[in-house]
C-alpha cells in the first residue's frame, strides 16, 4: 500500500509540474499555434507523397490506398501520442551533459516521472491532429465490420503503441548515460520505425521485418493489429495470434527499457566524478 501511495504521490505532483510547464507555454499563444501548424504541414508531405504514389501503382503489395491510410494514421497518432510525453526524456543527455542530473537524483521522487516532466511540448499536437485525420478519413474509407470488440481492440493497441513509442525515446536517454552525448543513431529505431510501421511490413526486406518485430515489436503494434481489423491475410504466415500479441509485446519491450533504465541510473557516478 506504501508503494501505491507513493506513486499516486509522484504522478500527482508530475501532473501539477506538466501543467505550469503547458500553462507557461500558452503564455505566447501566437507562437504556441504556429508551431503546432507547422508541425501539422510538414508533415502533411508525407500524405502527399503517398497519394501520388497511388496515382501511378493501384495498390502497394495487395494494400489500398485507404488500407495504407489505415495504417498511416494508426502508426502517427501512437508515435504523436508517445513523442508529446518523450520530450522531457529527450532532455536527459542535455541535463547529464551539463550536470544538472544530480538534482533529479537528490528529490525524493521517481527520477523517471521527474525526467519525463522536465520539458513537456504540445508542438506535437499538429502530428496528432493530422494522425487522427487521416486516421479517421482511413476509417470511413476502408470496408470494415466493425464489432465491439474491434473498437476495445484498436484502443488497447493505440495505447500500447504510445508506451512502445516513449519506451524507444528512452533508449537514447538510456545510452547517453555512457556515451554524455545522445546517439542520434537511435531516431533511425523512434522516427524510423514510425516510418516503417506506416506500411505493410510485407513489403519490406527480411532483415527490416525481423528486427522490428522480434527486436522493436513495431509490427505487432500496427501491421498485425491492421491485419486482423481490415480482415486480410498474413503473407508472412505467423499464427492467427499474432494480431493480438499488441499489448504484450509492449508491456515486454517496455519491461527490458525499464531494467535498462534502472541499470543506467546505478551506472551513473554524478558530475563531480
Sequence with gaps: MDSVSA??????????????????????????????????????????VLWVLFQRFSNLGGWTLSEVLFLH????????????????????????????FDRILVRPMSAYVQALVN???????????????????????????????????????IASGAFLFLALFTVEAIVSFWTVNSIEAVNAFTYGGSDLGQYPLHIFDRLLRNLFLWFIPIGFLTYYPALYILDKPDPLGLPRIASFVAPFASLAFCGAVAWGWRLALRHYRSAGS
Design 7 to 48: 506513486i499516486r504521490g509522484d504522478l500527482a505532483i508530475a501532473g501539477r509540474i506538466a501543467a505550469l510547464r503547458v500553462r507557461g507555454q500558452m503564455q505566447y499563444r501566437a507562437s504556441f499555434l504556429m508551431g503546432i501548424g507547422g508541425n501539422f504541414i510538414i508533415n502533411f508531405a508525407e500524405i502527399l
Design 119 to 157: 520539458e513537456v511540448s504540445l508542438r506535437h499536437l499538429g502530428l496528432l491532429a493530422q494522425g487522427l485525420l487521416v486516421f479517421g478519413v482511413a476509417v470511413r474509407l476502408v470496408d470494415v465490420e466493425w464489432t465491439a470488440l474491434k473498437v476495445i481492440y484498436l484502443s488497447v493497441v
Design 73 to 100: 494514421g494508426l502508426s502517427m497518432v501512437m508515435f504523436s501520442i508517445g513523442d508529446i510525453f518523450a520530450e522531457g526524456i529527450g532532455s536527459v543527455p542535455g541535463m547529464i551533459r551539463e550536470g544538472t
